[in-house]
């Protein structure tokens, strides 16, 4: 009796499906299958969508009798029979239905409708913070120097340079926004909200490798090249923001500015014809908001303008250490795209 009253408060609220059952149990299982909404199951960022058969009665049969039915995750690759069985979960955690502001279903799983946003292009694309001081200089020279390997290696293989550059230019606002965040309860204080903007910045950063994946393909020793580079610039500026946040941030200031000049390039490219003008992936659709007509130049460009709003964020975050001030003492530009 204390079983079947479980189960129909679960049936009630929110539907419950547990890994554990008695034979008595089945019917009301079956039940509570029937009544939770399907699970979306996503081959990775662009990938085919997969519903979920979790009203399948094999399904129903393996809980009942004690077994878990697994699947890969909502973020995984795959998409065939043993794709679409479901996680099933003491704990009563299932996935969620999303839906666009038009009623369709939402497919990604790596990002939800209220994360997106329009890129402002508008933004001044040539402002440059000229180095006056020993640290300025030294941040500029630093990356200038990481230019001409840089240049060497991807030559005018645009699409490869941005997506592999992107998995290096996501780790300074992870680095920071962790440093801010042990920071913080060390000292038992508020951050002004810029463990949240770093962080943001970061992911916004995530977001265009998620993209870039899309339309260009890593060979096996560019893959192994990031784990190299990853880990040595991972360390490096985690010790440069413990020694100096203001250097710190005026090199990433001075890195975006690259990137920008990184990203004109590849734009004079697409507009000479050198570069196949495709389709935009929906990815970058559904994350900038984009068109459904809209084309790779048009990726690129908002992702230029991140770049812009990236370095317009450090800059200042330097300029406020500059000034003998401490970040929480100034409102974090959060949401500044």
């Given amino acids: 009796m204390a079983s079947r009253r ?27 299958v ?11 960022c662009g990938g085919a969508l997969v519903r979920s058969a979790s009203t399948s009665a094999a399904n129903v049969d393996v809980a009942a009798e004690g077994h878990n039915t697994t ?44 994360e997106t946003y329009k890129a402002d292009v508008s933004i001044d694309l040539k402002k440059h913070h000229v180095p ?9 020279r630093t990356v200038k120097s990481l230019r001409w390997p840089t240049d060497l290696f991807f030559q005018r293989r645009y699409g490869c340079r941005a997506m592999m550059l992107e998995t290096v230019a996501a780790v300074p606002g992870m680095v920071g926004g962790m440093l801010l965040h042990c920071k913080s309860l060390r000292r038992f204080e508020h951050s002004g909200g810029w ?25 096996w020793y560019e893959r192994a090249l990031v784990f ?28 975006e500015e690259e990137a920008i000049h990184s990203y004109t390039e590849f734009l004079k490219e697409l507009d000479k014809g050198n570069i196949e003008n495709v ?15 809209s084309t790779l130049r ?30 929480r003492e100034s409102p974090a530009p959060i949401g500044y795209h």
Avoid at 82 to 96: L, M, Q, R
Avoid at 132 to 140: E, G, N, P
């Fill in 6 to 32: 479980h189960a129909a408060n679960s049936m009630a609220g929110t539907v419950r499906l547990f890994t554990t059952a008695t034979a008595a149990n089945k019917p009301l299982m079956a039940a509570a």
């Fill in 34 to 44: 029937h009544l939770l909404p399907l699970n979306y199951l996503h081959s990775g």
């Fill in 71 to 114: 699947a890969p995750s909502a973020a995984g690759h795959g998409g065939g029979k043993d794709d679409e069985k479901t996680i099933t979960s003491y704990w009563g955690v299932g996935p969620t239905k999303v839906t666009k502001q038009d009623g369709t279903e939402w497919k990604w799983t790596c990002f939800r409708p209220w």
């Fill in 132 to 140: 006056t001081t020993l640290l300025d200089r030294m941040a500029y």
């Fill in 195 to 219: 463990i949240k903007a770093l962080l943001e910045e970061a992911e916004n950063e995530r977001m265009h490798l998620m993209t870039f994946m899309e339309v260009a393909n890593p060979k």
């Fill in 228 to 255: 190299a580079v990853q880990g040595v610039f991972f360390n490096a500026y985690f010790v440069g923001y413990m020694v100096s946040p203001k250097f710190a941030h005026r090199m990433v200031g001075y890195l």
């Fill in 279 to 293: 389709p935009a992936p929906a990815i970058a659709i559904d994350y900038w908001q984009l068109p459904p007509d």
């Fill in 298 to 327: 048009d990726v690129v460009a908002v992702v230029r303008a991140d770049e812009a709003h990236h370095r317009d964020v450090n800059h200042f975050a330097s300029d406020i250490h500059y000034n003998g001030r401490e970040l």
